[in-house]
């Protein structure tokens, strides 16, 4: 209501400092990241309310001087021209909902454009997306994060002259000259290092996805030149759940770990990090507005990993999901009610798309 009154409230509501978080994956726990690492209290829209009118509400709801917001990858360009922000941390672009953000090129030649005219903003990206470099040709002075990225075919042909773009290790390049960024001031590795100074990263928060998310983050601090990255990474590892993700609850009585996976690049990232132990499986998927109305995407995510692995199929869409598991080799159970999952281990790995996880936080409570 209030953008519809005043279309220009963002502008109006803007703190001294503004830091923007964007990207497919990792946007609501990089932006966490952020706030937890600069140890300051800042404005932040922590439920994940990441389009104007939830970022419009987080902020008229904290008076603060520092914001650090994530911001949906299609409404980025907006938001980013009205806030002007210090500093704009871009993750990755890849597909999400096929009836909603299903070519991610046109949201990079829209970034792209709306790039160009910050000319104050500093920048932390993905330079190993090709996407992202392409977004950011016009902006001088990036600073590049090498982190490993492993989801590939959203941007197997150059955004620039439609040629196949080649990956080798640790690079990429199109015979047009396309090519990944050599100006790095990030690497992660076994280690993390900015600028050449080696950061400690123990993180309480699974998955490699994640050391991705916590070296973004770390930069971005690092460019703003508030706090030492050393100081923040002490403080990130702190984290052990992002608005219930990775957190362990009890859920119809069992004890089980709360994951976010929404679509091919996210799953197949989550899939690397699951536990090879006993716990159950269950994985749930709906397709309700917030998820995107067609599971198709669900064929593109590398389910062959869950080979011959018992999984409880979950959500509106449990059939689509098994049928996908069958043809991976796994061994699919449809679930229409929890008590339909035989008594046995109490140690589940819950795996859903958005709605699904919000019901499971809603019908789970706190260990």
Known sequence: MGLRIDPALLIHLRPAKVVLVSGTN?????????VEGLGVHATTNSTGANMPAGIAAALSGQARDCAVLEVDEAWLSSVATDMDPEVIVLLNLSRDQLDRANEVRQIA???????????KTKFVANANDPLIVYALESVRGVSWCDVPTEWR????ACPRCNGTISFGKNTWRCKCGFAKP????????????????????QLNLPGDFNRVNAAMALTAIQTLGTDSPIVASVRISSLTSVAGRFSDRSLWGRRATLLLAKNPAGFSALLESLPNDSRELW??????VADGRDPSWLYDVPFEKLSNRQIYCFGTRRLDLATRLFYAGAQPRLVDRVEQVPRGRSNVVAVGNYTVFQEWLRESSPL
């Open 153 to 156: 075919s959203d941007s197997a």
């Open 26 to 34: 990792g946007k609501t726990t990089t932006t966490a990241m952020v």
């Open 182 to 201: 050599e100006s790095i001031m990030t690497v992660l590795g076994a280690e993390l290092k900015i600028l050449g100074r080696r950061i400690p990263l």
């Open 109 to 119: 030649e829209r970034w792209k454009k709306a790039f160009a005219g910050l000319h």
């Open 283 to 288: 994985i749930g998927i709906n397709a309700e």
